[in-house]
């Protein structure tokens, strides 16, 4: 990698593709990651787009510009950061059903998902937490990633995927008469969670536009506190948005973990989650010693 370091963008879109609008998107893209050395995960569907990707900063420049002709979207957000090295270790084109999985049938790209108005800037975000006590922050995202860092009051759904976040919301019945502000890392999850918040009668229902991701390059000091988890090898980023220095994959599970341990099979140093902790076999630099420290257990007299 250059002196300039790695730039890394996270972008989706929402948008209605055919499936040989599919086929078209995913062969310019694989095309561009090829001749331009691009990394990183783009998952793509009939519905649109989700991505995170990182390379040179020419390169990621050249390609937001073929992304928003490619969704027709010249004024399409992006979500920016850099770090040392290459977060990801190849580039993928994942063609899915759903861009971000909730298995809601009722979510259809060819209208409106969210009404106009709803969404916040970071800054009318920061005012209505600074200034309105007629608010419930909702965190959207799973357990592992709550766990390291949230807004400051934030009510914590508990959930290991996201498709969970409609049951729990029924489940636990969220004041119906107060504002709902809420936010996920980079804000495609708010998208699909906020009409299925307003077909269960909320009317008064924010989301933070951008997510954590661009509030923190306005308000790094600002009401999130901790680290936010992200989907690649930085495993977190810092209020400032640089990689976590505090968090580091967990082997087993690829949740961020901080337990130093000394593997049981090889004796190399290691990290993993308090979650694999309790389990011998997991107190291992990796699955393959987690295998054999298994086979070992199960052979003990």
């Not at 995913?26 to 995960?41: I, T, V």
């Not at 290459?86 to 979510?107: M, N």
């Not at 937490?129 to 799973?142: G, K």
């Not at 054999?292 to 003990?300: E, L, R, Y």
Request: a negative charge; one cysteine or more; proline letters at 5%.
């Amino acid at each position: 990698m250059s002196a300039q370091g790695v730039s890394i963008a996270a972008f989706y879109k929402f948008v209605a593709f055919t499936t040989e609008q599919v086929q078209t998107v995913r062969e310019a893209l694989e095309g561009f990651a090829k001749a331009r050395g691009l990394r990183g995960l783009i998952v793509l569907g009939g519905e649109g787009l989700n991505a995170t990707v990182a390379g040179e900063p020419g390169v990621i420049r050249d390609l937001k510009a073929l992304v928003c002709e490619l969704v027709s979207d010249p004024e399409l957000q992006f979500k920016d950061s850099q770090a040392d090295k290459l977060p990801f270790a190849r580039f993928k084109v994942d063609v899915r059903a759903e861009i971000i999985t909730t298995k809601d049938p009722l979510f259809s790209a060819q209208v409106s998902q969210v009404p106009q108005g709803t969404h916040l800037t970071p800054s009318e975000w920061h005012q209505m937490m600074e200034s309105d006590p007629d608010v419930v922050v909702v965190d959207t995202r799973n357990d592992y990633e709550t766990e390291i860092g949230v807004f400051e009051g934030a009510l914590d759904p508990k959930i290991k995927k996201f498709s969970e976040f409609k049951e729990f919301v029924e489940r636990d019945g969220l004041p119906k008469h107060k504002k709902l502000l809420m936010y996920c890392t980079g804000g495609i999850r708010c998208e699909k969670a906020v009409p299925d918040v307003q077909r269960l009668g909320y009317e008064n229902v924010y989301q933070l536009q951008g997510g954590i991701l661009r509030y923190l390059e306005e308000y790094p000091e600002g009401f999130f506190k901790g680290e936010c988890f992200v989907f690649d090898h930085r495993v977190a980023v810092d209020s400032k948005l640089q990689p976590s220095q505090l968090y580091k994959l967990c082997p087993h599970c690829g949740n961020p973990g901080q337990e130093s341990i000394s593997c049981v099979n090889c004796g190399e140093g290691a990290i993993i989650c308090h979650r694999c902790m309790p389990q011998s076999e997991r107190n291992t630099c990796s699955k393959n010693c987690a295998y054999h420290a298994k086979v070992k257990g199960s052979k003990a007299p």
